[in-house]
């Protein structure tokens, strides 16, 4: 089992920045990917940003491309989405998953793991 909590939402508005933090504790986190979705209301929860095992790899949805950095620190077992250049249409609960494997699949489906989600509100 691996339990994932999210912080680092908020309120802020356009064109500003937030960072979101995603721990890890249970198994051994640097053995997963990690990915992080985004839901907003009405919506599908889409694919944002994920990251391999080891770090080396990252792979953005092209809405976040150039704006959005994932990062993660085994050493502190945690995962940091830093989001740039803020719009109103990124407002959405932002969830981190996980799966043990080297490289981390864009959908949802296949991760096995997923913390309760952190509210993140763009304003215009």
């Known amino acids: 089992q691996v339990q994932l909590v999210e912080s680092g939402g908020g309120l802020v508005q356009t064109g500003g920045s937030l960072r979101l933090s995603c721990a890890a504790a249970?198994?051994?986190?640097?053995?997963?990917?990690m990915g992080w979705f985004r839901q907003a209301p009405g919506k599908e929860r889409e694919f944002a940003a994920a990251?391999?095992?080891?770090?080396?790899?990252?792979y953005y949805a092209d809405s976040a491309k150039g704006r959005f950095t994932i990062s993660r620190d085994n050493a502190k077992s945690t995962v940091y989405l830093q989001m740039n250049s803020l719009k109103p249409e990124d407002t959405a609960v932002y969830y981190c998953?996980?799966?043990?494997?080297?490289?981390?699949?864009?959908?949802?489906?296949?991760?096995?793991?997923w913390g309760q989600g952190t509210q993140v509100t763009v304003s215009s």
């Open positions: 249970g198994r051994t986190f640097s053995s997963a990917a």
């Open positions: 998953a996980a799966v043990s494997r080297q490289f981390p699949p864009k959908s949802a489906g296949g991760y096995d793991y």
């Open positions: 990251i391999s095992r080891g770090g080396s790899r990252t």
